[in-house]
Nanobody, 124 residues
Framework: VQLQASGGGLVLTGGSLRLSCAASGRTFSYYTMGWFRQAPGKEREFVAA????????HYADSVKGRFTISRDNAKSPVYLQMNSLKPEDTAVYYC??????????????????WGQGTQVTVSS
């Protein structure tokens, strides 16, 4: 069972990146999917989450209006479109999957599977 995050890179302030999270080894059709990030010396923090149907999304206040989480269907990869990037968005970004019988979306401990992370660096 693996989650593979990709799409990170180096971008200038104001630029955009699109992260992808693909699953292998099993299906996450009914899982809530989340994106978290961790900057050097800081705790891992919630960025965005989307329910299995794509009908509900949640965002951290720091990224609202700039980031968009999406999935085409319950079996597709999950994407994080990041626009108007700022230097403070620099971090390793992780995707995660939470079982459908759990509640909540913004706490790391409620997620059951994690990807390996992809580095996002925003240069000023």
């Amino acid at each position: 069972v693996q989650l593979q995050a990709s799409g990170g890179g180096l971008v200038l302030t104001g630029g955009s990146l699109r992260l992808s999270c693909a699953a292998s080894g099993r299906t996450f059709s009914y899982y809530t999917m989340g994106w978290f990030r961790q900057a050097p010396g800081k705790e891992r923090e919630f960025v965005a989450a989307i329910t299995w149907s794509g009908g509900n999304t949640h965002y951290a206040d720091s990224v609202k209006g700039r980031f968009t989480i999406s999935r085409d269907n319950a079996k597709s990869p999950v994407y994080l479109q990041m626009n108007s990037l700022k230097p403070e968005d620099t971090a390793v970004y992780y995707c995660a999957a939470r079982r459908p019988n759990r509640d909540g979306y913004d706490i790391t401990r409620i997620y059951d599977y994690w990807g390996q992370g992809t580095q996002v660096t925003v240069s000023s």
